[in-house]
């Protein structure tokens, strides 16, 4: 697996990270509450990757204010 930085901002996501192997993609990131940011970034994730959704995870972070 590897780490990777958005290089892209997605709206409301603030703070990402990104663990991503030939598996899947795991993001982490303070806006994953939002379900509008969730469909952004897994849209975004699977048209850089080819992944389906199914092989895209956003999980949740505390908000660093």
């Given at each position: 697996a590897r780490r990777g930085d958005v290089r892209g901002?997605?709206?409301?996501?603030?703070?990402?990270?990104?663990?991503?192997?030939?598996e899947g993609v795991a993001v982490v990131c303070e806006g994953a509450s939002s379900a509008r940011v969730r469909l952004d970034i897994v849209n975004a994730v699977s048209a850089y990757t080819g992944f389906g959704s199914d092989r895209i995870k956003v999980l949740g972070m505390e908000r660093s204010d």
């Open positions: 901002e997605i709206a409301g996501a603030g703070r990402v990270g990104v663990l991503y192997s030939g």
